[in-house]
């Protein structure tokens, strides 16, 4: 079994920084690219940033393009997301999400879900 745990959320005012690592532990002999989603109260998942095994190639999306980056250190089992330029409508519940198989943007690709941590943006 893989755990993920996110850990770094809380307050932050708008137009501030904030970074979330995520740790991998457990079974982590296999690669696994690696994404991050969030989710705002009723409101569905949605993708936010992902990385390959290697870390030569991200994808990230167009709501947070510019001001985030996703980032990872494999010989830590850690992945970072760095969110800068925060805005408001960026609160939401933050999951750091394992893929064994595939990547990219469909929550569907991913195996092992980490159990979320809470960002607010206050203005």
């Known amino acids: 079994q893989v755990q993920l745990v996110e850990s770094g959320g809380g307050l932050v005012q708008a137009g501030g920084s904030l970074r979330l690592p995520c740790a991998l532990s457990g079974r982590t002999f296999s690669s696994y690219s690696m994404g991050w989603f969030r989710q705002a109260p009723g409101k569905e998942r949605e993708f936010v940033a992902a990385i390959t095994w290697s870390g030569t190639r991200t994808t990230i999306a167009d709501s947070v393009k510019g001001r985030f980056t996703i980032s990872r250190d494999n010989a830590k089992n850690m992945v970072y997301l760095q969110m800068n330029s925060l805005k408001p409508e960026d609160t939401a519940v933050y999951y750091c999400?394992?893929?064994?198989?595939?990547?990219?943007?469909?929550?569907?690709?991913?195996?092992?879900w980490g159990q979320g941590t809470q960002v607010t943006v206050s203005s």
């Open positions: 999400a394992a893929a064994g198989t595939s990547w990219g943007a469909m929550s569907s690709a991913y195996d092992y």
